[in-house]
């Protein structure tokens, strides 16, 4: 008897163990339901609901607009801050911004980004082309839309330094001495004994 007593009790709290994860399993998809909620609305307010692809094609259409109203101005001074540039450039029109790009030093590259309120104003910019400013000629052009994954390809040259020609190269044929002692080395190799001896 005292077995099934045992028994009987460990049946219970089973039970009550049980009743216990249900109510935490019910308490979890509430509180996980909650959040989808909060996460919906986060989304919703921020705007981000937009898949990635969309959100890449509206920022490329806002760059090319941007770059519409942008001129490259190359060979700038090194000393030469954005300040000057700016007021260089003001009797084109009102200017958003002036970017002087640098290399990872800091230093100056020597050309910079002049994006200006209004795309009308670029045909004005564009007569300062060969203006000076610090004492050098700058060159003005229209801003380029650089597009993600279109790298410009420059094919490297063959240095005669490397060990082998690239491929498609044609060889070069060996030049047999005159005298008849072989082929004509192109630079001379150290040999440790004389086959003469």
């Given amino acids: 008897m005292d077995g099934d007593d045992v028994d009987m009790s460990a049946a219970e709290t089973n039970e009550s163990e049980l009743d216990d994860m ?3 399993l019910k308490e ?3 509180e996980a339901a ?10 919703k307010e921020m705007g981000s609901v937009q898949d990635p692809s969309a959100s890449a094609a509206a920022s490329q259409a806002n760059r090319e607009e941007v770059d519409s109203r942008s ?6 001074d090194y000393s030469c801050t954005p300040e000057e540039v700016q007021q ?3 009797a084109c029109g009102t200017i958003n911004r002036v970017t002087i790009r640098s290399d990872k030093y800091g230093q100056p590259k020597g050309y910079a ?3 200006f309120l209004e795309p009308e104003t670029v045909q004005e910019a564009l007569l300062l082309n060969e203006s000076e400013l610090h004492g050098r000629q700058l060159k003005v ?3 380029r839309t650089n597009l993600p994954g279109m790298k410009q390809f420059r094919a490297r040259r063959p240095s005669p330094y490397m060990g082998f020609p690239p491929r498609g190269a044609p060889m070069l044929p060996y030049l047999f001495s005159p005298y008849g002692y072989g082929k ?5 190799m150290p040999m440790r004994y004389s086959p003469y001896g």
């Fill in 28 to 30: 979890m998809e509430d």
């Fill in 34 to 43: 909650a959040l989808l909620e909060m996460q919906a609305k986060v989304e």
């Fill in 113 to 115: 980004y002049v994006e």
């Fill in 71 to 76: 001129v490259f101005v190359g060979n700038v």
């Fill in 184 to 188: 004509v080395l192109r630079y001379r």
């Fill in 88 to 90: 260089h450039f003001q």
């Fill in 141 to 143: 052009t229209v801003k």
């Fill in 22 to 24: 249900k109510k935490r």
